[in-house]
């Protein structure tokens, strides 16, 4: 089964700054889809970014970019120009190219500074 | 819209009760999806539901039984639920579940529930 790591349980940046939260996966699946989904204190997840693993170039959603590193199974999300809306828990999420059953990683907490 | 709704937002129940959690999409979307997420957790997939028919049991207990009357609707009835049973409970959906695509999942704000 696919298991989805986000070895940072928080993490802190300073407004405007850049921060960057790593997510590592595991799986002898050749393609497969992966995302960054955010949930803010309100509760309602909303997704963040996707990837499919078939693309070489890293997708970009305005301050949002990734690094997908397919052969070290490593998917980072890269916040730039932080702002406090961005203060939320951060969830990777793993989903199979058969089915549409998706795993989370156990999520990071950022906090952003004033 | 991109809204998916559920109601109601809080709910407490005694072990002995049946409640119903209801979910609302009106998207078109033809999955809808069951999630149990515990405090500072991820999100645990329970059901899928794919046109109208379900296609994922996650191994839930059957306390827990979902139904899907429509396209548009999904709830989840409850009965003689144990307090570690206490959880977020969230509803998604997404245009369609097939292999080979990448169906974004809507997710909607939860009902919090609480057994006592």
């Known amino acids: 089964a696919q298991t989805v790591t986000q070895s940072q349980p928080e993490m802190s940046v300073q407004e405007a700054e850049t921060v960057t939260l790593s997510c590592t996966y595991d799986t002898s699946e050749s393609d497969y889809y992966l995302f960054w989904y955010k949930q803010p204190p309100s509760r309602q997840m909303i997704l963040v970014i996707r990837q499919e693993a078939y693309k070489q170039q890293n997708a970009t959603e305005n301050r949002f970019s990734v690094n997908f590193q397919k052969a070290a199974k490593s998917f980072s999300l890269k916040i730039s120009d932080s702002q406090l809306g961005d203060a939320a828990m951060y969830f990777c999420?793993?989903?199979?190219?058969?089915?549409?059953?998706?795993?989370f990683g156990a999520g990071t907490r950022l906090t952003v500074k004033p | 819209d991109t809204e998916v709704t559920q109601t109601p937002k809080h709910l407490v129940m005694g072990m002995t009760n049946k409640k119903s959690l209801k979910c609302e999409q009106h998207?078109?979307?033809?999955?809808m999806y069951w999630y149990k997420q515990k405090a500072k957790k991820p999100p645990e997939l329970m059901f899928v539901?794919?046109?109208?028919?379900?296609?994922i049991n996650e191994s839930v207990p059957s306390r827990f039984s979902p139904e899907c009357p429509n396209s548009s609707l999904l709830n989840l009835h409850l009965h003689a639920l144990q307090p570690e049973d206490s959880a977020l409970y969230l509803c998604?959906?997404?245009?369609?579940?097939?292999?080979?695509?990448?169906?974004?999942?809507?997710f909607g704000p939860g009902t919090r529930l609480t057994v006592t």
């Open positions: 999420a793993y989903r199979s190219y058969n089915n549409n059953d998706m795993r």
């Open positions: 998207m078109g979307h033809r999955a």
């Open positions: 539901y794919s046109y109208e028919k379900l296609s």
């Open positions: 998604a959906s997404s245009q369609d579940w097939r292999a080979g695509a990448t169906y974004e999942q809507y």
